[in-house]
C-alpha cells in the first residue's frame, strides 16, 4: 500500500506561480507511476501530467505544447512536484496526487493513456483569482 499526501495549494491572484508537492511512503522502490489530477467545481477529474519515477524517463503532459505546469520527480525524496505558473482562474480546482505501481516507463505509459490510477491522495486546493 502506498500513501500519497499533497502539500502547497492556496490562494494565489492571477499571474502568479505555485509548487505542489506530493510525498509517497510505502512501497514505491519496485517502480511507481505517478501524476496530478485536477478537479475543478462541478467538472470531472483531468490529468494534467504524470512521470515514471525512474529518474530517466519523460514526464507525460494532457497538453504538451501549450502546458504551463511542469511535473518533477525527487527520487532521494520520494516526491513529486507541480510547477503550476502564469495561472488563472480557469486554474482552480482541487489538486490530486495519484498513484501506480509498475515496473516499467512502458506501463506508466498505459496507466497515464486509461488515467487508472489506483492510489490517491486527499488534494490539495488550489484558488487563483
Known amino acids: 500500500q502506498v500513501q500519497l499526501v499533497e502539500s502547497g495549494g492556496g490562494s494565489v491572484q492571477a499571474g502568479g506561480s505555485l509548487r505542489l508537492s506530493c510525498t509517497a511512503s510505502?512501497?514505491?522502490?519496485?517502480?511507481?507511476?505517478m501524476a496530478w489530477v485536477r478537479q475543478a467545481p462541478g467538472k470531472e477529474r483531468e490529468a494534467d501530467a504524470g512521470i515514471y519515477t525512474d529518474g530517466i524517463s519523460a514526464p507525460y503532459y494532457s497538453n504538451f505544447l501549450s502546458r504551463k505546469f511542469d511535473i518533477s520527480h525527487d527520487k532521494a525524496k520520494n516526491t513529486l512536484y507541480l510547477d503550476m505558473n502564469n495561472l488563472t482562474p480557469d486554474d482552480t480546482a482541487m489538486y490530486f496526487c495519484?498513484?501506480?505501481?509498475?515496473?516499467?516507463?512502458?506501463?506508466?505509459?498505459?496507466?497515464?493513456?486509461?488515467?487508472?490510477?489506483?492510489?490517491w491522495g486527499q488534494g490539495t486546493q488550489v484558488t487563483v483569482s
Open positions: 495519484a498513484g501506480a505501481v509498475v515496473h516499467s516507463d512502458f506501463g506508466c505509459s498505459k496507466i497515464w493513456v486509461r488515467r487508472d490510477f489506483p492510489s
Open positions: 510505502g512501497n514505491t522502490v519496485s517502480g511507481y507511476c
